[in-house]
């Protein structure tokens, strides 16, 4: 994060640095040191997330989990369409979810690695500290194995 000088749990994560960490987790940061940001986003197919603001702006909890899904799914060779929930989530606010990030949206709350507030609701909007991004990743990183 940053300057990689300190952590900062408590500040938002941008989206180049999402970006980067999906990077650096999956072991593709040697291979594309010469691309921009924005190119590293298209090549892993994390586009969506580039769009007002660039890479500079706060990333909000349902990007989190399409990145979060994304790692699962490279790591696993699970193909993301194919990802189904296993029981049913009632999410308060599943309209406030944009379409594409819904299926990620799901599947990281069936497998616990992201949850709703005490009210049911996803709040996909709500920006991401640090901190937050570093718990989900170890959440998934554990499933997978890595950890």
Wanted: hydrophobic share 40%; charged share 25%.
């Amino acid at each position: 994060f940053g300057s990689l000088e300190a952590f900062y749990p408590d500040d938002p994560v941008q989206v180049k640095e999402i970006i980067l960490i999906y990077e650096k987790v999956l072991g593709r940061d040697v291979l594309n040191s010469g691309l921009s940001v924005n190119q590293k986003a298209n090549k892993y197919g994390l586009g969506s997330l580039l769009g007002i603001g660039g890479v500079t702006r706060n990333v909000n909890r349902q990007e989190v989990a399409f990145v979060i899904m994304t790692v699962y799914c490279d790591k696993t060779g699970i193909k993301a369409d194919s990802l189904q929930p296993r029981r049913y989530i009632y999410i308060g606010d599943e309209k406030n979810i944009d379409d594409i990030y819904f299926r990620h949206v799901l599947m990281a709350l069936d497998l616990g690695v992201m949850s709703l507030n005490r009210n049911g609701y996803f709040e996909p909007k709500k920006t991401v500290t640090r901190g937050e991004l570093a718990e989900t990743l170890v959440g998934i990183l554990k499933l997978t194995g890595d950890l």
